[in-house]
């Protein structure tokens, strides 16, 4: 029967004055009871609009049929067809806007909350039945990866299902990429990004860390040792700033760096080797979802965090649901903002960022209201801390130094509908084509560029 009720079922959750005292995953996941009421509101559309909303086209009426059968284990293996990574896909990916967006219970009530039934699926395998891979026969053909991140590890795990040996070469000293340096722990536990990688290397995958491809070793040099296909997956780690006055300040940090110091060297215990500021009062410049992200971590080391966005509430980039955990646990929006200058005292530490009033003008080529200066409105926020946080680009050192990669003015690599780069056995795809973008976009263009890869190697 049916469950026609409006809205999705309610993920348990962590209070707000609890939360901020702990670093803890917030959201606590479905009960076995709560995902099958949920499952049951799908309608199983023939037409499934569902799927084309998935950059990885997860069978997502089959696997939520499963779960109202309470089939778990069958709706996880549906899922892993297609996805490589369910547990952090069901945690951080903007379904709102993605699979969720297409759904049919969606035009007049709340859509399916897939999302959440994806990760209540890959969790129950992970705790009930999460046996070792089988490592698919040898095909001899040999691909390298670089970068560990979402396409990397995307791209890696297609192609060691189809049997080829296939290497990852990451330049931190865990894999990864922005699910372990850039993610919170309390929005995605690493314990849960680890271990989906262990069925990576179950499959045979091999990773190679602490190689700084460009530095350590050359992509011609890897080509050179046998391989005869590379995958670019590095992703967008070079963090952008403003060019204000006064950004060279101690107490300045891009939000790359923050997050990189509290998230991978979990420089929040005490305990930890890396330091990190533990600010009195800290100003966050953007509105995505890594402003959010580094916003919440301030606030869990004790801060009064303030994010500054140029634009209102209504143009903010980030997932709802990450904008309404920041403001329940006590963050403060100064939106219709901009910062101008960084002020600081003699010893070189920031002591403020003075801003100005921003309003709404005509609409920009992206379609937005273009923000504009209000003459005369400037003002001053107290901060001993400020984090920007308006986007990245991708790292040149391998566009550097590597032969026959074209990029576009944003230094992103230019590829083919096939995901092949300006060099005929160098594919690409993820955050170094695209710039700055979503864990499952980065996902689709992984699994896209595997297939292409087959294609190329078995013509």
């Known amino acids: 029967m049916a469950n026609m009720a409006p809205n999705k079922v309610a993920m348990p959750i962590q209070e707000p004055e609890v939360r901020i005292t702990n670093f803890d995953e917030v959201t606590l996941g479905y009960t076995k009871e709560m995902a099958i009421e949920e499952a049951n509101r799908c309608l199983h559309c023939k037409h499934r609009p569902c799927v084309s909303g998935c950059p990885v086209n997860v069978n997502i009426p089959d696997f939520i049929e499963e779960i109202k059968n309470e089939n778990f284990e069958e709706a996880y293996k549906i899922i892993s067809v297609t996805s490589s990574l369910p547990a952090v896909c069901g945690r951080v990916c903007p379904q709102e806007s993605q699979c969720e967006s297409k759904c049919v219970r969606g035009i007049k009530t709340e859509a399916v909350a897939i999302g959440r039934l994806?990760?209540?699926?890959?969790?129950?395998?992970?705790?009930?039945?999460?046996?070792?891979?089988?490592?698919?026969?040898?095909?001899?053909?040999?691909?390298?990866?670089?970068?560990?991140?979402?396409?990397?590890?995307?791209?890696?795990?297609?192609?060691?299902?189809?049997?080829?040996?296939?290497?990852?070469?990451?330049?931190?000293?865990?894999?990864?990429?922005?699910?372990?340096?850039?993610?919170?722990?309390?929005?995605?536990?690493?314990?849960?990004?680890?271990?989906?990688?262990?069925?990576?290397?179950?499959?045979?995958?091999?990773?190679?860390?602490?190689?700084?491809?460009?530095?350590?070793?050359?992509?011609?040099?890897?080509?050179?040792?046998?391989?005869?296909?590379?995958?670019?997956?590095?992703?967008?780690?070079?963090?952008?700033?403003?060019?204000?006055?006064?950004?060279?300040?101690?107490?300045?940090?891009?939000?790359?760096?923050?997050?990189?110091?509290?998230?991978?060297?979990?420089?929040?215990?005490?305990?930890?080797?890396?330091?990190?500021?533990?600010?009195?009062?800290?100003?966050?410049?953007?509105?995505?979802?890594?402003?959010?992200?580094?916003?919440?971590?301030?606030?869990?080391?004790?801060?009064?965090?303030?994010?500054?966005?140029?634009?209102?509430?209504?143009?903010?980039?980030?997932?709802?649901?990450?904008?309404?955990?920041?403001?329940?646990?006590?963050?403060?929006?100064?939106?219709?903002?901009?910062?101008?200058?960084?002020?600081?005292?003699?010893?070189?530490?920031?002591?403020?960022?003075?801003?100005?009033?921003?309003?709404?003008?005509?609409?920009?080529?992206?379609?937005r209201r273009r923000p504009v200066e209000v003459a005369g409105s400037e003002f001053v926020i107290d901060a001993d801390c400020m984090i920007v946080a308006i986007g990245t680009s991708p790292n040149p050192l391998i566009r550097q130094t590597t032969e026959g990669l074209e990029v576009n003015r944003k230094g992103c690599l230019i590829v083919d509908e096939t995901n092949m780069t300006t060099r005929e056995e160098i594919y690409a795809g993820g955050d170094a084509v695209t710039g700055a973008a979503t864990v499952i976009s980065a996902m689709g263009a992984g699994k896209k560029a595997a297939a292409s890869i087959q294609a190329y190697l078995n013509k």
């Open 118 to 367: 994806e990760r209540f699926v890959a969790d129950w395998h992970r705790n009930n039945n999460d046996v070792p891979a089988v490592k698919p026969e040898s095909n001899g053909h040999k691909v390298a990866i670089v970068g560990a991140g979402p396409a990397g590890l995307t791209c890696a795990g297609d192609l060691a299902k189809a049997g080829y040996q296939v290497t990852v070469f990451e330049a931190l000293h865990v894999a990864g990429g922005v699910l372990m340096y850039g993610i919170p722990e309390f929005r995605l536990p690493k314990e849960i990004v680890q271990k989906e990688i262990s069925h990576l290397k179950e499959l045979g995958v091999e990773i190679v860390t602490n190689f700084v491809v460009g530095r350590s070793d050359s992509i011609d040099a890897i080509i050179e040792d046998g391989y005869e296909a590379v995958f670019i997956g590095s992703g967008a780690g070079l963090p952008n700033f403003m060019r204000l006055e006064g950004e060279n300040l101690k107490g300045v940090y891009s939000a790359n760096e923050y997050l990189t110091r509290f998230n991978l060297m979990k420089a929040y215990k005490e305990d930890s080797t890396t330091p990190i500021q533990r600010p009195k009062k800290c100003v966050v410049v953007g509105g995505g979802n890594v402003a959010m992200d580094a916003a919440r971590c301030a606030r869990r080391l004790g801060a009064e965090v303030h994010i500054v966005y140029r634009r209102s509430l209504d143009e903010l980039p980030a997932r709802k649901e990450e904008v309404e955990h920041a403001m329940e646990e006590g963050i403060q929006f100064d939106l219709l903002r901009n910062p101008v200058r960084v002020l600081g005292n003699d010893q070189g530490w920031i002591t403020g960022v003075e801003c100005i009033k921003m309003e709404l003008g005509e609409s920009d080529a992206s379609g």
